[in-house]
């Protein structure tokens, strides 16, 4: 197999991943997580492949070895580590939308997939190092270490990344370990293998001699660059984040640093074709980026918004420089490899130079606009652009590879190559730059609302350059001064100190926005010039709808149409398929009531986490339940939350640790004493304890007491609490049902604040999952004595439990009998009525066997998914 027909083949790969980052940029939100997939396509998939793939072949050139040598364990290592790398896309997008039993079993298939990749990568880096040991000296011999640091970084990246995808990371270890996983990934297994290899590909793209002191420079580099990303590393791990600022801080001074070596070489021949243009236009997006994150970093005031931070600057980090970088190389790297004579290498640059310049203007500006605060029409067609822009490569890249294999039968002369950018450049350049300009005033055309332009009329507005500087705070669910003036024309900005109890944001109309504030956090925020009356408000879900807005009013200016009031995520609801089967692997809520302990004290923690669980078929939601972590360290958390058991008299000694991403309380029916202590809002990472004696029977109800109420609640936030009546006589079979809504956000989102307020649940359910006992019925035998405790959790709705079928000689209803099986009037009950928070049981029996539905007799609920069955056998 020649060279060429061997890159041409191992080249495909990376094109096939680029092709499917385009489907999911194309197809957005259609697909489910499309973000992370985008982010993984990029760097997992296309970077990483061409890193293993391009390597090997620079070290095979510095180091003077044979091409076909190794051949066929560098095919295996690349179908090895395509193999984990799938598994890993694929798994992901699975345990996205998989329920808790799902979620656990994907995992495993993640973790299995990371555990192939990273075996690929461990023998890469093992056969580098071998390749040192035993090749001569070479001038380049170097360059080879940036690949084994790399390789060695991203191993270490790889644990990090699957231990991420777990649902049961206490506190803020998610954000810290995606911190960790970022660096080590993006700055040590990309950025340090772009840093090494520009080292010699630099100067050959722009064809001329390397500089002087480049080398020197490389190599003093690399150390600082791997002390650098274990710093960042380390900040993670200790939870330090300003150690991680320092090694953001240490890796751009050493990137300047070597770049700085570089400049002879771009003096002496300037960039012209799109392979240059773009590597430069990579690496100076890199160095930006650093010294944004580094600001971000250093400005958080936790690791939740580092994270948050960093999220943001994905696109700078990945489309600006790694997409860039990696094209442009591939770019001069693909005509040079498949080229069978110099005519056929010059016809294949020509292909993929195609208006090049123009190409690199409209990314570079399409991305700049697409990274800035806002999302709006202009946002997204410039950022259509640039992906237009990029993904132009990979037809070129096919057409160049056709040129390439297929010279012309005979060479020409070689066009000369332009020293300076001339006219054709420049003009090219800002070819691409206007088209995002037009793409942009399209934008502004369409939702003039995303520039602060409501219907136009801010662009009559005058600045006067005076700054008008507000001072607000925050008393339980309000802004303090709820209003403020402005004069039109005026610079707004507002300085906020979170002086409530809970944590809190301000956004406003124009996408500008703090972050979240923890109690006693301060932060400024320019609003910018203001023509039209507008409305801030709190993002955090319900906070909104307890009127936790800020008018700010211009005096004689038209107000400014504020968003729907939803939170990020709460639209596009998911569609349902109430009939659907949730499959073979279902695990349905074990309905049966806990055994009741001897123990006289009960001891339980319960962590409260971001989880996502199903909540019917196909239906993924984010919530915030009550768990617990058992003995081997697996966390079990879900809507509703466990089912605690006990007598009269008994004590219970709780632990709440709040490890989500807000503040979060409990609220204890069971226990009577001052709410003040025990049921205040804690923030993450904070535990408190909370100990009550039973003194009354009953199936009590506990929940999230934190404002907004209803909205933890419909997040899941609630569970039952049994404490047997003396003498309760046994019966055969026993099970509890808890009743609650759901109100559907976005996919995998929480709960829509605005349903909540308007009461319009889409779904009704018993134990968290509409209609899970259609498919795994609760069971009891012919003449057997069956009692059900039936708790209604709300936040809004009662139930009125029924039995198809059936009729209750028996109801116990909030501490009383309400019917007993020897009342003198051979009565019976067909409805146990219970209003929000109210709970009881029922018993009844069986006279032959069958299917008996329950339900909750308002019909339009058990419509929407409080139904069940249960199944009578002989």
Not at 773 to 781: E, F, G, I, N, Q
């Amino acid at each position: 197999m020649t060279l060429g027909t061997w890159n041409l083949r191992v080249g495909a790969v990376v094109l096939a991943w680029l092709s499917a980052l385009v489907g999911v940029a194309v197809a957005g939100d259609a697909v489910a997580s499309s973000h992370w997939l985008m982010i993984h396509l990029l760097g997992l998939g296309a970077a990483s492949n061409a890193i293993l793939i391009w390597s090997w072949y620079f070290t095979e050139a510095v180091l003077r070895l044979s091409h076909a040598e190794n051949r066929r364990s560098q095919a295996l290592r690349l179908a090895l580590f395509n193999a984990g790398a799938i598994t890993v896309v694929v798994g992901y997008g699975v345990v996205a939308t998989a329920d808790g039993g799902a979620r656990g079993a994907v995992w495993w298939a993640i973790l299995a997939g990371a555990t192939v990749a990273f075996a690929a990568v461990a023998w890469h880096c093992a056969d580098l190092v071998r390749r040192i040991r035993t090749a001569l000296p070479s001038r380049f011999g170097g360059m080879v270490r940036f690949y084994v640091a790399s390789a060695a970084f991203l191993l270490v990246g790889i644990g990090f990344g699957a231990t991420m995808t777990r649902d049961d990371l206490p506190g803020d270890w998610h954000e810290r370990l995606a911190v960790a996983h970022a660096g080590l990934n993006v700055f040590g297994w990309i950025g340090i293998t772009v840093i090494g290899t520009l080292v010699t590909l630099w100067p050959t793209i722009l064809r001329t001699r390397m500089a002087d002191g480049v080398e020197r420079a490389a190599a003093r580099a690399l150390p600082a660059l791997c002390g650098a990303v274990s710093l960042i590393v380390l900040g993670a791990l200790l939870g330090i984040l300003s150690v991680s600022v320092v090694g953001v801080l240490v890796y751009a001074a050493t990137l300047g640093y070597v770049a700085w070596s570089h400049v002879d070489e771009v003096r002496r021949k300037k960039p012209t074709g799109f392979a240059s243009l773009s590597v430069l236009a990579g690496v100076a997006w890199l160095m930006g980026g650093l010294v944004v994150l580094a600001v971000a970093y250093a400005t958080a005031p936790d690791w939740a918004t580092a994270y948050d931070r960093l999220d943001v600057l994905t696109t700078a980090l990945l489309g600006g420089f790694l997409a860039q970088v990696l094209l442009g190389a591939l770019s001069y790297l693909i005509p040079v490899v498949l080229g069978r004579k110099p005519s056929a290498t010059q016809q294949a640059m020509r292909a993929l130079d195609y208006w090049g310049p123009a190409r690199v203007g409209a990314a570079n500006a399409g991305l700049l606009v697409w990274a800035l605060p806002g999302d709006g029409w202009p946002h997204r067609l410039s950022a259509w652009v640039a992906v237009i822009a990029l993904a132009s490569f990979i037809p070129l890249a096919v057409w160049a590879a056709v040129k390439g294999l297929r010279p012309a039968e005979t060479d020409g002369p070689r066009p000369r190559p332009t020293d300076r950018p001339g006219p054709n450049v420049l003009g090219a350049l800002a070819a691409g730059v206007a088209a995002v300009v037009v793409a942009g005033a399209v934008g502004v055309a369409i939702d003039p609302a995303a520039v602060g332009l409501p219907g136009g009329e801010q662009s009559s507005v005058v600045a006067t350059g005076h700054t008008t500087t507000v001072k607000l705070g925050i008393t339980g669910m309000r802004f303090t001064p709820g209003s403020i003036e402005v004069p039109r024309g005026d610079r707004l900005v507002i300085e906020l100190t979170n002086t409530g109890t809970q944590t809190h944001d301000l956004v406003m109309p124009n996408g500008v926005r703090t972050p979240r504030l923890t109690p006693g956090g301060q932060a400024t925020l320019d609003v910018g010039v203001v023509g039209s009356s507008m409305q801030g408000w709190c993002s955090l879900p319900g906070h909104r709808q307890m009127g936790m807005v800020l008018d700010v009013v211009v005096k004689g200016a038209p107000r400014e149409t504020a968003p729907p009031t939803t939170s990020p995520g709460e639209h596009s609801m998911p569609s349902m398929d109430m009939a659907a089967d949730p499959g073979p692997g279902f695990v349905a809520r074990d309905p049966r009531i806990p055994a009741l302990s001897t123990e006289r004290v009960h001891t339980m923690t319960l962590d409260v986490r971001d989880v996502q669980r199903q909540v019917a078929p196909g239906v993924t939601v984010t919530q915030w339940p009550y768990g617990t972590v058992g003995p081997d360290g697996k966390y079990t958390g879900g809507a509703p939350g466990p089912t605690l058991r006990g007598r009269v008299g008994d004590r219970f000694d709780i632990t709440l640790t709040n490890s989500a991403s807000m503040g979060h309380s409990i609220d204890f029916h069971a226990g009577a004493l001052a709410p003040d202590g025990p049921m205040r809002t804690i923030e993450p990472g904070q535990s408190l304890k909370y100990s009550f004696t039973a003194t009354r029977s009953g199936i009590w109800l506990y929940h999230c007491s934190t404002m907004p109420m209803s909205t933890h609640i419909a997040n899941g936030m609630f569970g039952a609490v049994i404490i047997d009546s003396p003498n309760l006589p046994p019966v055969d079979q026993e099970y509890v049902l808890v009743q609650s809504e759901v109100f559907l956000g976005g996919p995998d989102g929480t709960a829509n604040a605005d349903k909540i307020v308007a009461e319009r649940p889409d779904l009704v359910v018993f134990n968290g999952y509409a209609d899970q006992y259609d498919h795994r019925p609760l069971t009891a035998k012919v003449g057997d004595r069956v009692r059900i405790w039936v708790l209604s959790a709300g936040p809004n709705r009662g139930s009125a439990f029924h039995v198809i079928g059936g009729q209750f000689d028996t109801v116990w209803k909030e501490g009383a009998y309400l019917l007993r099986p020897d009342n003198p009037q051979s009565g019976g009950s067909q409805v146990l009525d219970l209003a929000p928070a109210q709970g009881g049981f029922v018993e009844l029996s069986f006279g032959e066997k069958g299917n008996y539905p329950f339900v909750t007799h308002s019909m339009i609920d058990a419509e929407r998914g409080a139904h069940g069955i249960i199944r009578v056998t002989d």
